[in-house]
């Protein structure tokens, strides 16, 4: 991890991971400014030669009590690049009970493509965290960890958290395989993800839902 101030009062934090040794990669640059905003810099660098990637991205854990939901993108319901076009593109509300999706034997759900920006937020304070992408982003927000529903069975196997696990990428692969009954099915080729170079970038501010939409505009350096 490397840190740095820049001449223009800016915070710059560098963190670099080794996901494969001698193979994957990923450096994500946090640049902070003096009001607030937070840019999110991903790159995944990554060996031709490697299996395919489930997804790129990101997750990170944010306050249960702002549990409304309301994003920019492809909705209402879930969807995933392999089954996104009966799904227009709109602002969309749910509250995180709503959203994700409770399959009989729990396992990746909930989540949305060709998302803009996403805000969740308390329904009495109004106040939240503001996401805005540079591009079209995949996201999706659970009342459980990613390993909670990995080893959970049952639905009665997923215990709340206390948090929210957001999950905010770049692309997932699809989720429609050519089969149901070997251990090699995959998505049709179009909807998978090939082991290389990634990036992308967003955005994080602190912001309330009365200035949400001036907030999106004022996301920018000085």
Not at 104 to 131: C, F, M
Not at 163 to 181: H, Y
């Amino acid at each position: 991890m490397q840190v740095e101030q820049t001449s223009n009062s800016l915070l710059k934090i560098t963190s670099l991971y080794t996901v494969i040794k001698d193979a994957a990669e990923v450096k994500i640059v946090y640049t902070i400014t003096s009001n607030g905003v937070i840019k999110v810099d991903y790159a995944l660098t990554a060996n031709n030669n490697l299996s395919n990637i489930p997804k790129v991205g990101m997750q990170s854990t944010i306050n249960k009590n702002d549990s409304i939901i309301q994003w920019y993108g492809r909705g209402l319901y879930e969807n995933y690049i392999d089954k996104n076009y009966g799904f227009d593109v709109g602002i969309y509300e749910l509250p995180l009970s709503q959203f994700d999706e409770p399959y009989v034997v729990p396992q990746e759900n909930g989540n949305r493509t060709d998302v803009r920006w996403v805000y969740l937020h308390n329904a009495s304070t109004k106040k939240g965290l503001l996401i805005v992408a540079d591009s079209l982003l995949s996201m999706s927000a659970w009342p459980y960890t990613e390993e909670n529903i990995s080893n959970a069975k049952h639905t009665i196997d997923l215990k709340d958290a206390g948090f929210i696990t957001l999950n905010i990428d770049l692309i997932q692969m699809g989720v429609r395989v050519n089969d149901s009954w070997s251990n090699v099915s995959a998505p049709l080729e179009q909807y998978q993800i090939k082991s290389k170079n990634y990036s992308y970038s967003f955005y994080i501010k602190p912001s309330v839902i009365s200035n949400k939409e001036q907030a999106i505009q004022r996301i920018q350096f000085e």
